[in-house]
Every structure is written in C-alpha cells, then in structure tokens.
C-alpha cells in the first residue's frame, strides 16, 4: 500500500488571533499556537495550579522589583509560535507588554510545569524554545519530583541539560546570587 501524506493547514500568529476573534473556539477554550499548529492544551489540575502559584510566590519573595512575573500568557516567537508557558521571568517594562507580548530577548526564564504531558514538553516545546535562542528553560516534572535545567541555546540544542531534585540549589542564571 503507497503511503499518504498528510498536507497540514498552518496558520499565522495574526490567524490565530482573527479565529478567537470570530469564535471558532469555546469560551475559556485552552489552545496555543506552536508552529503553525493549533494545539489543545491540557486542563490545568490542582498539582499543576499549585507549582505555578508556588513558582510565583517563590519568584516574587525572591526577585520582587527585578522582573516581572507572567503566568500563563503569550510569549511571542515567530510568525508561526505563540505558546503560553507557566511561568516567565522577564525584563522590566513601563507597560507591563501591554504594547506587545514579550520575546524571546526579554525573557530571563521560562518554566513549563508537567504532569501528564512531559513528554510533549520534552519533544515539542524543549526543542521550539532552544530554536528561539530562549537562555534558560525549566521543565519541572510534578511526578519525577525534579527540575530539568537547560541552558545555553546552540544549533544542536542546549549546551547544557541538568536534573535538580528536592533539598538541591538551583538558581536563574540571571540571578546567580539568589
């Protein structure tokens, strides 16, 4: 039997936003737009809802003043790429983005939190993100326990990759000292 190939119809940022705006998709729907593709995301379950508020809390006690912290909204990459990670570090600015969701140079740190779905992560956003030249991505596994590092974007992927687990330091390679 011949193979078939399957022809995908890929969408622009400026697409995406013109179909939530003609309400092709429910009120409250969870999608992002990874390249080109509209992805149905996963709903957000009690451990997850509770890393992130613990991430926020963490971030602000620690770096309140220095960053601005965003949950869950739009990180602009491409024409093709708007996910919306858990969390971001990003640089200070007056209007809070209200001018433009952030990119890619604004950001200092960017976590995507997992439980069921570690593997697309791991696949599908690890890979779009060192793309991007994002500097430091967090992948915090609810089930393992642990946080994955990666650090320092190259062509062949981040340059380096580590595991941190409960009782380990880790801190944002902006902020050594915290």
């Known amino acids: 039997m011949p193979a078939t190939s399957v022809i995908k119809r890929l969408f622009t940022v400026k697409e995406y936003y013109q179909m939530f705006e003609a309400g092709l998709f429910a009120n409250g729907e969870r999608v992002e737009l990874i390249r080109g593709e509209i992805i149905k995301m996963s709903p957000i379950g009690r451990r997850h809802a509770a890393c992130v508020d613990r991430c926020n809390y963490v971030f602000a006690a620690k770096l309140g003043g220095k960053v601005l912290i965003r949950i869950q909204n739009p990180l602009s990459l491409d024409n093709t790429s708007e996910p919306e990670p858990d969390v971001l570090l990003l640089k200070y600015k007056e209007d809070f983005y209200e001018s433009g969701h952030p990119q ?65 330091n880790l801190s944002v390679l902006a902020f050594p000292d915290i």
């Open 104 to 168: 890619t140079a604004d950001v200092f740190l960017l976590i995507e939190v997992a439980d069921s779905k570690i593997n697309s992560d791991r696949e599908l956003k690890i890979p779009l993100y060192v793309e991007d030249g994002i500097t430091e991505v967090w992948l915090i596994d609810i089930n393992s326990a642990c946080i994955e590092v990666y650090r320092h974007p190259t062509i062949a992927g981040y340059q380096e990759i580590q595991k941190f687990y409960r009782g380990q």
